[in-house]
T-cell receptor, first 112, second 113 residues
Framework: QKEVEQDPGPLSVPEGAIVSLNCTYSNSAFQYFMWYRQYSRKGPELLMYTYSSGNKEDGRFTAQVDKSSKYISLFIRDSQPSDSATYLCAIPPPGGSEKLVFGKGTKLTVNP | NAGVMQNPRHLVRRRGQEARLRCSPMKGHSHVYWYRQLPEEGLKFMVYLQKENIIDESGMPKERFSAEFPKEGPSILRIQQVVRGDSAAYFC???????????FGPGTRLTVT
């Protein structure tokens, strides 16, 4: 079983839709969870960073962590064409490791 | 404050040649990370360096690949005797501190013909 699994999509939604992006992970010791956004031919940029179970909101973005199910989600409200990108979940292994373990990424297209 | 810079942005090498990828971290950042993104794959960690030290190279292939981050100048990822399977996007990230947020560069796309 891979450490981090993410449905690669692609996912296509109309403008204004609520988007749900998800990852599952295998190691219950994971504590920190991140979401990166990567536009085509660009480097990833950090969107959200969460530590505990529950929700964290930042504008139109909400990150949710369910440690009991080992499931993390990113919700995008009122999606815009500018949100079209690949979204990657990333988890640093426990024990203070610097390396991030990434999901494969979900390619999202928001149609005007 | 300029972001993480990588050059070249695109690099074409024939099989057997050497590839040198350069990364200049953000100003004030002394921690550098290299990741590789193969087609249809996620980003994979390769190596973590601080100035003049390799801290974690657990993701580096055992042969042909090396990395350095000298006291002066950019970090260099070096691939000797490239093969077609080395074709990928190579991303560098930097951080101001251990376990800090990693800021990514635009990547170098290596094509081996």
């Amino acid at each position: 079983q891979k450490e981090v699994e993410q449905d690669p999509g692609p996912l296509s939604v109309p403008e204004g839709a609520i988007v749900s992006l998800n990852c599952t992970y295998s190691n219950s010791a994971f504590q920190y969870f991140m979401w990166y956004r990567q536009y085509s031919r660009k480097g990833p940029e950090l969107l959200m960073y969460t530590y505990s179970s529950g929700n964290k909101e930042d504008g139109r973005f909400t990150a949710q962590v369910d440690k009991s199910s080992k499931y993390i989600s990113l919700f995008i409200r009122d999606s815009q064409p500018s949100d079209s990108a690949t979204y990657l979940c990333a988890i640093p292994p426990p024990g203070g490791s610097e390396k991030l373990v990434f999901g494969k990424g979900t390619k999202l297209t928001v149609n005007p | 404050n300029a972001g993480v810079m990588q050059n070249p942005r695109h690099l074409v090498r024939r099989r057997g040649q050497e590839a040198r990828l350069r990364c200049s971290p953000m100003k004030g950042h002394s921690h550098v990370y290299w990741y590789r993104q193969l087609p249809e794959e996620g980003l994979k960690f390769m190596v973590y360096l601080q100035k003049e030290n390799i801290i974690d190279e657990s993701g580096m292939p055992k042969e042909r690949f090396s990395a350095e981050f000298p006291k002066e100048g950019p970090s260099i990822l070096r691939i000797q005797q490239v093969v077609r399977g080395d074709s990928a996007a190579y991303f560098c990230a930097s951080s101001p501190m251990a376990l800090g947020e990693q800021y990514f560069g635009p990547g170098t796309r290596l094509t081996v013909t």
